[in-house]
């Protein structure tokens, strides 16, 4: 309840008891890590020449 930052009434009379244990292990499961963004072959060629040219 106190991780969920829900009050007593929530959780007692509003809230099924079902919902509150998805909603548990979503808050006891964070997501971590870096964001993995997709990029296409003409992105890739373009960066690709820009180090050519650069370095």
């Known amino acids: 309840?106190?991780?969920?930052?829900?009050t007593y009434d929530e959780v007692v009379y509003k809230i099924p008891y079902r919902n509150l244990?998805?909603?548990q292990k979503?808050?006891?499961h964070?997501?971590?890590g870096t964001i993995i963004?997709?990029?296409?072959?003409k992105d890739m060629a373009s960066r690709r020449?820009?180090?050519k040219r650069g370095g």
């Open 26 to 28: 979503d808050k006891i």
């Open 1 to 6: 309840m106190e991780a969920l930052c829900l």
């Open 49 to 51: 020449r820009q180090n």
């Open 21 to 23: 244990l998805v909603m």
């Open 37 to 41: 963004s997709k990029t296409t072959g």
């Open 30 to 32: 964070p997501c971590t």
